[in-house]
């Protein structure tokens, strides 16, 4: 069964929201806050490329049965939101 975590990071890497899928459930009830964002700081440290904006970052991760990944995010460049450049990483 894939798996899928959409999430969203403040300036200080703090989850914001986030949904979790595992297949077509949604199993967002089955994990909190904390852990997303415990998730994306141990992202920034161990994955070559990805790195949290000083104004919002935006993610999206697919896990496959296969083992392998996919990653990709936002990077936000100013705090209204307007300017941000998006990353793919596999």
Known sequence: M???LEFSVDSDGVCEDFQYMEGDVDMSNEIDYDQV??????LSEKV???MLSEFRTQGWVNW???????FSFR??????WAEFD????S
Do not use: A, I, S
């Not at 998006?86 to 990483?89: A, F, M």
């Open 37 to 42: 964002t415990n998730f994306v700081k141990e």
């Open 86 to 89: 998006d990353y793919e990483l």
């Open 48 to 50: 070559d490329g990805f």
């Open 64 to 70: 496959y049965d296969d083992g392998t990944m996919d």
């Open 2 to 4: 894939d798996k899928y």
């Open 75 to 80: 990077y936000f460049n100013e705090p209204d």
